[in-house]
Each structure stands twice: as C-alpha cells, then as structure tokens.
C-alpha cells in the first residue's frame, strides 16, 4: 500500500466527517418523516381510508423531482428514493389498518 501525503488524509478525512454528519442527519429527518407518517396511518386506519393516496404519492414524486433538479441531484434518483420511502410507508399503514 502506498503512503498517503498528510495533508491529502486531512482533507479525506475532514470530508468524510462531513460526509458522517450528513449521513446522522438524514437518519434523523427519516426517523422525523416515519413519525408522521405512522400518525397518517394512525388517522387513515381510525377512518377507513386505503393506505396509499396515489394522487398524492404522484405529486410529491413531481414535487421531489423539481427539488431534485433545482439542487443539482439526479431527478431519477430522488424518484427512486421517494418511491422506496413511499413503499414502506404504505407498509407501514396498511401494518396499522389490519391490527385496528
């Protein structure tokens, strides 16, 4: 293995620091997200209302999208993320619809 100048392993690992604080970040704000979401899911069980709202689900995809683009991140990517997130809220309220 070939040594590593200083001053390029500072900066390596000053970036991957950053890169550690933004992962704990995102965490959080999907721990935050999930915690609305449950009490969604909470509110559809108590009134018979489906799971998934695909009207909703496509315009917060739309929505993402353009964020996406105005930040400079893969528009497809962001739809795929959504998409998952989506997926498993779904899961989640139909989760709560059958043990009301």
Same mark, same amino acid.
């Given at each position: 293995?070939?040594?590593?100048?200083?001053?390029?392993?500072?900066?390596?690992? =000053? !970036? =991957?620091? /950053?890169?550690?604080?933004?992962? %704990?970040?995102? $965490? #959080?704000?999907? %721990?935050?997200?999930?915690?609305?979401?449950?009490?969604?899911? $909470?509110?559809?069980?108590? &009134?018979?209302?489906?799971? +998934?709202?695909? %009207? =909703?689900?496509? =315009? @917060?995809?739309?929505?993402?999208?353009?964020? %996406?683009? /105005?930040?400079?991140?893969?528009?497809?990517?962001?739809?795929? !993320? !959504?998409?998952?997130?989506? +997926?498993? $809220?779904?899961? #989640? &309220?139909?989760?709560? +619809? @059958? /043990?009301?």
């Amino acid at each position: 293995m070939t040594e590593i100048d200083p001053a390029v392993q500072a900066e390596l690992n =000053r !970036l =991957r620091g /950053s890169i550690d604080n933004i992962d %704990a970040a995102v $965490v #959080h704000m999907l %721990a935050e997200r999930f915690k609305c979401t449950q009490q969604v899911g $909470v509110l559809k069980a108590k &009134h018979q209302l489906p799971p +998934a709202d695909p %009207a =909703r689900e496509s =315009r @917060q995809i739309e929505r993402l999208r353009e964020l %996406a683009e /105005s930040a400079r991140l893969d528009p497809a990517f962001a739809e795929k !993320l !959504l998409n998952f997130i989506i +997926a498993e $809220v779904i899961r #989640h &309220h139909e989760t709560i +619809a @059958q /043990s009301g």
